[in-house]
């Protein structure tokens, strides 16, 4: 018994040293970390008030650099560096054929147009950035030379304008592009761009670009300066220059530096001159100009767009504004294109283009019905195979909900059959029917594995079939590229 309490105090003994070392270690412990800690805080604070002090040293010498007295190097002088240069055509001079750079034989000049034009567009870039550097001070200046009407062009890019091609003098690349003499022939022209030795960054906004944001003229160049001096003084002077300017592009390209700056504060001023603009605008440019607007103001785009009459100065149809109609009308908009499809001078990309318009609508809609049906019905036999065959397809293939599944087999069941009709198209037609009354019938239990496996897969029969009818169409049809490329966009999109 006296053995068995002597081991009990041992026990108690060495459990009390146990948590002494213990608190021991612990207080130790904390202690290092408090110290520790205490170091890094003070090594912090010692790193931030060096930090503060370079700061405040940079800060003084920025404010005490001298002005430098370089009159060559005052706005007024920078800008009227301007109006020593050439519009960029000009610097290839008289003896330069614009025929011989189309056809492929290269002038003799042609290296020394490409040094000057590449040697002006720098000289550009240094006036902008000049311009840039002394903010405010150069305001005046630059509303000299906008307000004077002086421009010129510092680069074209792809501009072909009658036999002449415009080269873009700093960014090396090869143009192709069909050309139509004035007997009808077309020629495939191939022009290689001239190529530059030393390529050229440029900072805009704080950011550096490569030669993309190089601004077509001098115009341009100032209003993007303006937009990188970004003072309140500079943003008004950029907002009276948009007012002024009958340049489309001069407008957007101001538009977006303010919105950008200041949205909150310019997004109605710019709506305002946009929408002034827009009723003297071609229909190409409303068209580009709609997108702008449409960012800012969804409810005065669609204003806009229910004004837009879709035949263009010379009588044809602007089916690109036709399609946006559509899409901001929706079925209110069906009348005009049911019109618009019966113009005899569309081309077989533009029917689609509108048939794809009110594809939303088939099946509910009798006039988006008809379109449909008579579309289809007026192809030949190569192009309503794959075509035909490709657009029935799309329509049905995802339909959800069975009342919109019923609508459009009660459509397919109006396209004429006969027994003896063995074309591809009257197979996509049997094809889409008993799928959508599976679909019907079946509803929730429908097995799309076993359809897509059918129908959509490169190893089905059926895409065997559609492949060999789109190689025909290649073959027969000087169209099929643009058409394939077409329904395949739509069909991503459907």
Known sequence: MKKFYIFIILCIITFGLTVALIAHIRSSNEKTLAQQEAQWNQEKAEILAELEALKIRMDELKTNVPEQDSPELEPKALIARFREMKDWIELFGDTVDPLSKIRGIKPLTNEISKTKCHDQVEEAFFIFQGLQNQGDKSLDAIRDYLTSGDNFILYRNNDPVGDATYFHPVHPSIVEYN???SEGNVERVRVQKPQVKKPFLYRFRGTVYNIDPVPETSRLGLIYTLG?????AALGLLYQSMQSSTNLKEIISAGNL???????SFAQPVLSVYKARFPVLSHEEQNSLLSYIKKISEKDFKELVQTLTPVDEDGKLAVDILCL???CLGEEGIPEA???LKRPDLSLM???NIVDSVRKFVGANEQANSMLTSFINGLDEIDRDYIGSCIIMNITENTQGKERQQQLLT????FPQKQEDQSFFTETLGLMKETLTDRIEQGENF???KYRIKVQTVESDYQRKLDDKMSRLMHNKTYAADIINMLSEYRAGW
């Open 179 to 181: 050309r139509t003499d």
């Open 228 to 232: 990188s001096i970004k003072t309140p």
């Open 338 to 340: 049911y019109e618009a």
């Open 411 to 414: 459509l397919l069941n109006q």
């Open 447 to 449: 097995d799309s594995t």
């Open 325 to 327: 109609k559509m899409e």
């Open 258 to 264: 303010l919105l950008d700056a200041d949205k909150g």
């Open 350 to 352: 533009e029917k689609i």
